[in-house]
């Protein structure tokens, strides 16, 4: 009942800002409560006031796709019925309502926490709970109040080496009873992929009538995920999944998004260079502000690429006497292909890197159809032999100013992370991963997360 009211009041909140838009453009009362009504069912027949345990993107895609609907409904009712001089009004509503409802749902959900929440029960205590773990840190929106995690090695010859924080192991699975009552859980999530049928079923059979939902992880994931459908074929579950090469209106639409996004990103390096050009010590200048770098393009041919200078003249060389002198820095290089704590890296390269400006020169790449605002890592040549057989995958797009890799941890991620979520964005690939992808860099970059 609790949550009902919870989504009363988002109508509710829904109808006030119709209404005062609606007032605002002089709509009459009549027009008004129609169009509402049509809005207010588009919303119900979409499940729109589920609150769902989701990810803001996804609401966010939820939301446009209603809105769309909704704008072709309002354009199709005002030319054959009410009027065109009504089409500026629901444009707007179109346009806005998407925020609105997501700032809306947003504080409705931090204010109504304790009748939205979904207490999650982890059932796995490896590498799969640890990822699920951190995704669900990163994103509150979800609503998931991790309880803890229960261990099944002792489940069927299950063994899952420990990757999770000990002191929230909650129990053996002989006390998943005790501790779903005891955490009042209503939700679990399984993070064991390579539980065979016989354990599967035995988890999911002890745990009906106990909580609300169960999910589970499967052994395909971060292979296809992004463009996924489950299918129920006669009583055989079948994930349907397709590779989304950018070809087609998609390939169009993608470089008309590069050189928009190409147009501003030159524009900013007039004043960013002039920034840059402060900043730099005198002895610095003389090499130049500057530099190119040759990486591995479209296809495997080479490019190259425009970088402003963040490391110092040399740099290169400077490495190889480093790595010869320092095995634990070899090792960090040959890991990483970058070191944490690089002395190479000038005062201003700091800042550059820090911030991600040192990439704003590649806008110059971008818009030259070299490189593609999102996309995969552009690699060195000397990292091909370490790409192994990713190498094929990767260079069948078109190399990134951000990517995968940027929105994952950025230079936290390992040398073989940013090779799989390169791989995964290539098997995955749409417009709409790339705009989820845009507004996470911008995220990132302004928290400062992850990069050195």
Same mark, same amino acid.
């Given at each position: ?17 119709? %209404? ?5 453009? @002089? ?9 509402? %009504? ?8 979409? @499940? ?79 590498? =799969? ?39 929230? /192991? ?35 059979? @002890?745990?009906? !009538? ?5 999910? %589970? ?7 296809? =995920? ?12 079948? /994930? ?19 050189? !928009? ?51 110092? =003249? ?36 700091? %800042? ?85 992808? /845009? ?7 302004? !928290? ?5």
């Amino acid at each position: 009942m609790k949550r009902q009211s919870v989504k009363i009041l988002m109508i509710i909140l829904q109808f006030i800002f119709y %209404f005062g838009v609606n007032k605002l453009f @002089n709509v009459p009362d009549r027009i008004m409560y129609n169009t509402f %009504f049509i809005y207010l069912i588009l919303n119900l027949t979409k @499940n729109m006031y589920s609150f769902k345990t989701i990810l803001i993107w996804e609401e966010l895609r939820k939301q446009l796709r209603v809105h769309i609907e909704y704008l072709i409904v309002m354009l199709i009712n005002d030319i054959a019925f009410w009027g065109v001089k009504y089409i500026p009004v629901h444009l707007v509503i179109g346009i806005t309502f998407t925020f609105f409802n997501i700032l809306i749902i947003k504080i409705i959900r931090k204010q109504f926490i304790s009748i939205l929440e979904k207490r999650l029960l982890i059932i796995g205590v490896g590498n =799969t709970a640890r990822e699920l773990t951190k995704i669900i840190g990163e994103n509150s929106f979800t609503m998931y109040n991790l309880r803890g995690y229960i261990s099944a090695n002792n489940l069927l010859g299950v063994h899952q080496e420990v990757c999770i924080d000990k002191d929230k /192991i909650l129990g053996t699975y002989e006390e998943i009873e005790q501790v779903i009552s005891d955490k009042r859980i209503n939700e679990v999530i399984i993070a064991m992929p390579l539980a065979d049928n016989n354990q599967m079923f035995e988890i999911i059979n @002890n745990l009906d !009538g106990k909580v609300n939902k169960v999910k %589970f992880v499967p052994e395909l994931n971060g292979v296809y =995920t992004f463009n996924s459908e489950i299918e129920d074929y006669d009583g055989t579950m079948l /994930i349907s999944a397709q590779i989304n090469y950018v070809r087609g209106i998609s390939r169009f639409l993608k470089r008309v998004m590069d050189i !928009g996004i190409g147009i501003v990103g030159v524009l900013s390096l007039i004043p960013l260079t002039i920034l840059v050009w402060v900043k730099t010590d005198s002895e610095e200048r003389k090499h130049g502000l500057f530099f190119t770098q040759d990486r591995i393009g479209k296809d495997g041919k080479s490019i190259k690429i425009y970088k402003y200078r963040s490391m110092v =003249t040399g740099a290169d060389k400077i490495l190889e006497e480093m790595m010869a002198k320092d095995e634990k820095i070899r090792e960090e290089y040959e890991k990483n292909k970058k070191l944490k704590d690089d002395p190479r890296i000038t005062k201003v390269g700091e %800042f550059l890197r820090r911030t991600s400006l040192d990439e704003f020169p590649q806008f110059i790449n971008v818009l030259k159809g070299e490189m593609s605002f999102v996309g995969p890592r552009p690699y060195l040549p000397r990292e091909k032999k370490d790409m192994g057989e990713y190498y094929g995958k990767i260079i069948k797009s078109k190399p990134g100013i951000t990517g995968m890799w940027q929105t994952h941890g950025r230079s936290e991620t390992d040398f073989e992370e940013r090779l799989e979520l390169d791989e995964y964005y290539y098997r995955n690939w749409s417009l709409w991963l790339d705009i989820v992808i /845009i507004i996470k860099t911008i995220k990132n970059v302004i !928290g400062g997360k992850g990069a050195y």
